[in-house]
């Protein structure tokens, strides 16, 4: 393919895209496959001769697209939301087109510079304190990271490897193996799975603290576990506290556990994956209260910020945390600017930065383009007036859900996350979802609270509107009455 057919083969699958995202609210939002279904479809081997692009387009429509849970549909309300916006789309094409794999300055100087500035605008919309941010001659910054799973591990690493080398430093006798053995992190027991894996990767234990009654963990638990393990001669050293869980969309208490991990040395990791894009509005931004406690903050524009996967926002208050675990620099990635060039000057002072050190991976895409593309062309307001038009859809569920003396509310919807269920047993429950992803007009997830199977209803897709969280409520009240008739009979 030349540039020519490029331009001519470019344009037809922007229609197509165009065409995708205009038409999706008439395709099935879930499959109609069984596992297995494609390689069947398509040949065991590669050709060796090209295919026709028209052939690989109408294949996309034969193989594909009856394959795909389509995410955008605005009748597809599970989990949380995936951003899409198409800006970031433009974007996304120009990074494929540069190309460039920016793990230090000199691999992209752009890639690397225009990263800072995002990432403080980003911090600036979120008010974070100015110790998270690049701009001052401060030991703080950001980073783009892949995801929340990433941000978490990073952090655990890095955690990690400061508290190994502070109790190296006061007892030189003391081995790693010796230190690892003991050491312990903690996370509410409505924490991400994530949280957990980063735990099993990193070769620490991790502790689960019961959360209290709102699903939030609160001081007096954290404490009480800490207390207990140091007794056991274990040795706290990392938490990880959620702002906005996966199950309910509930808060851990920063402001009370912030000052207790700071008391105790551990690292505190706020993971913010889905709420925090809520916190660029004025009205939300309480719930971010007691940041200042954190060593770490990361959420995810690519959920509720209309920037494409993948784009995790992360902030750390010591960047050296990050580089003292993470930095190697072998002769064949260095460069003449080597000195100079991290030291990157500001209008406000100099920072050292090269970003193959703040991640797992040495490569990096040009993810911050899509963050300048979706920025400049909605702007704040923009970004604020969509964050604040999927909250309202949310409510509207949830008013219409307790309109019905069937169902119940099971946690107070806060932002764009009902939890919800049929009054009675969990079988009813298990049987109304799968009833609702059986017939495939709209599609939920479940979660457990305590001891209860709930039903997610989650404000997920950029053109949702009221006419479609009303038909979804139409069609979830039929196949209740359905299978509360099934009960009876």
Known sequence: MNASEFRRRGKEMVDYVANYMEGIEGRQVYPDVEPGYLRPLIPAAAPQEPDTFEDIINDVEKIIMPGVTHWHSPYFFAYFPTASSYPAMLADMLCGAIGCIGFSWAASPACTELETVMMDWLGKMLELPKAFLNEKAG??????????????????????????????????????????EKLVAYSSDQAHSSVERAGLIGGVKLKAIPSDGNFAMRASALQEALERDKAAGLIPFFMVATLGTTTCCSFDNLLEVGPICNKEDMWLHVDAAYAGSA????????????????DSFNFNPHKWLLVNFDCSAMWVKKRTDLTGAFRLDPTYLKHSHQDSAFNIFLTD?????????????????FRSLKMWFVFRMYGVKGLQAYIRKHVLLSHEFESLVRQDPRFEICVEVILGLVCFRLKGSNKVNEALLQRINSAKKIHLVPCHLRDKFVLRFAICSRTVESAH?????????????????AERE
Request: a positive charge; aromatic letters at 8%; proline letters at 3%.
């Open 139 to 180: 030991e703080g910054g950001g980073v783009i990271q892949g995801s929340a799973s990433e941000a978490t591990l990073v952090a655990l690493l890095a955690a990690r490897t400061k508290v190994i080398h502070r109790l190296q430093a006061a007892s030189p006798e003391l081995t790693q193996a010796a230190i690892m």
């Open 349 to 365: 002072g100099l920072f050292h930065v090269s970003f193959q050190h703040w991640q797992i991976p040495l490569g990096r895409r």
């Open 469 to 485: 969280v009303q038909r979804a409520w139409e069609h979830i009240k039929e196949l209740a009455a359905d299978v509360l008739r």
């Open 279 to 294: 916190f660029i509005c004025p009205e939300f931004r309480h719930l971010l209260n007691g940041v200042e406690f954190a």
